[in-house]
Nanobody, 124 residues
Framework: QVQLVESGGGLVQIGGSLRLSCAASGSTFSTYDMSWFRQAPGKEREFVAASRRTSHTVYADSVKGRFTISRDNAKNTMYLQMDTLKPEDTAVYYC??????????????????WGQGTQVTVSS
């Protein structure tokens, strides 16, 4: 069993930055692929970025070059550095843990554990 807790969300202006954190319980953090998803009002949950247990990273095209995912296995924590934020980045951001194959890494159904979410609002 893994429990995930996100933090770091908030209100930021267009072009600003935020850093999200996802703290995990348990001693098996390093054995999971960790990902960020987001869900805007009225929209489906969408993949943002993944940090695989192999250290390989994957990004959605919409955030590539602006967001950076990282993890610290010693601290059981994953991060999402979000720069050059846009209004369309406004959403609730969720972290998730699972062991999907690479071809399914963007599929939210492949993840076992989820955090409660943290709100990110980008406003002018």
């Amino acid at each position: 069993q893994v429990q995930l807790v996100e933090s770091g969300g908030g209100l930021v202006q267009i072009g600003g930055s935020l850093r999200l954190s996802c703290a995990a319980s348990g001693s098996t953090f390093s054995t999971y692929d960790m990902s960020w998803f987001r869900q805007a009002p009225g929209k489906e949950r969408e993949f943002v970025a993944a940090s695989r247990r192999t250290s390989h990273t994957v990004y959605a095209d919409s955030v590539k070059g602006r967001f950076t995912i990282s993890r610290d296995n010693a601290k059981n924590t994953m991060y999402l550095q979000m720069d050059t934020l846009k209004p369309e980045d406004t959403a609730v951001y969720y972290c998730a843990a699972g062991r999907p194959v690479l071809s399914s890494i963007r599929n939210s159904e492949m993840y076992y554990y989820w955090g409660q979410g943290t709100q990110v609002t980008v406003s002018s």
